[in-house]
T-cell receptor, first 115, second 121 residues
Framework: AQKVTQAQTEISVVEKEDVTLDCVYE???????LFWYKQPPSGELVFLIR??????QNEISGRYSWNFQKSTSSFNFTITASQVVDSAVYFC????????????FGTGTSLTVIP | ETGVTQTPRHLVMGMTNKKSLKCEQH?????MYWYKQSAKKPLELMFV???????ENNSVPSRFSPECPNSSHLFLHLHTLQPEDSALYLC????????????????????FGPGTRLTVL
């Protein structure tokens, strides 16, 4: 079964709009780690955030914010006032405590910000 | 050099060739990974090395052979590949640490290299 689901394959927004990228995960572990990565056209995945399962505080970093909801197994990512440089593929990933070597990545959401 | 570097960035090879991909991390990390990224598919974890020991091999065909001579270097040796092996191959590293709490481990984020775009003709 797929452990990380990113249902949105492609999203297009106009510059300055807000956009939320959805991520739903599946795990039986009570301890786990969630990540978001950005992959710009250059190809290199860039780490954005790590969240531990025991820390449900939402986090804001500049125009980026993350909403972690254990009750719905979701870890959504919002970009406020989007910019053209935000255009990239965004990946959500899960790493379980008991099988720590395996990172489970979603299929990614391709975001295009139109000027 | 900083971060994770990969060479070559692009590689075109025939099915009978033998080539190697190289990855080097300059972060002092203790784990390194090979991933395959194909269009419209999730990243596929191929191999994991922790402290130079292979700890994961996800049923990868034997035409892919990893080598980790030390904690900073990782190779992927390729031979008799198939056209469906054409993809972006990504290397990553991470620093995982023991928390000291009942053998617990804190798993940290992976840092990725820019990838090698491989085309098999």
């Amino acid at each position: 079964a797929q452990k990380v689901t990113q249902a949105q394959t492609e999203i297009s927004v106009v510059e300055k709009e807000d956009v939320t990228l959805d991520c739903v995960y599946e795990t039986r572990d009570t301890t786990y780690y969630l990540f978001w990565y950005k992959q710009p056209p250059s190809g290199e995945l860039v780490f954005l955030i790590r969240r531990n399962s025991f820390d449900e505080q939402n986090e804001i970093s500049g125009r980026y914010s993350w909403n972690f909801q254990k009750s719905t197994s979701s870890f959504n990512f919002t970009i406020t006032a989007s910019q053209v440089v935000d255009s990239a593929v965004y990946f959500c990933a899960l790493r379980q405590y008991n099988t720590g070597n395996q990172f489970y990545f979603g299929t990614g959401t391709s975001l295009t910000v139109i000027p | 050099e900083t971060g994770v570097t990969q060479t070559p960035r692009h590689l075109v090879m025939g099915m009978t060739n033998k080539k190697s991909l190289k990855c080097e991390q300059h972060l002092g990390h203790n784990a390194m990974y090979w991933y395959k990224q194909s269009a419209k598919k999730p990243l596929e974890l191929m191999f994991v090395y922790s402290l130079e020991e292979r700890v994961e091999n996800n049923s990868v065909p034997s035409r892919f052979s990893p080598e980790c001579p030390n904690s900073s270097h990782l190779f992927l040796h390729l031979h008799t590949l198939q056209p469906e092996d054409s993809a972006l191959y990504l290397c990553a590293s991470s620093q995982d640490r023991l928390t000291g709490l009942a053998g617990g481990v804190s798993y940290n984020e992976q840092f990725f290299g820019p990838g090698t775009r491989l085309t098999v003709l």
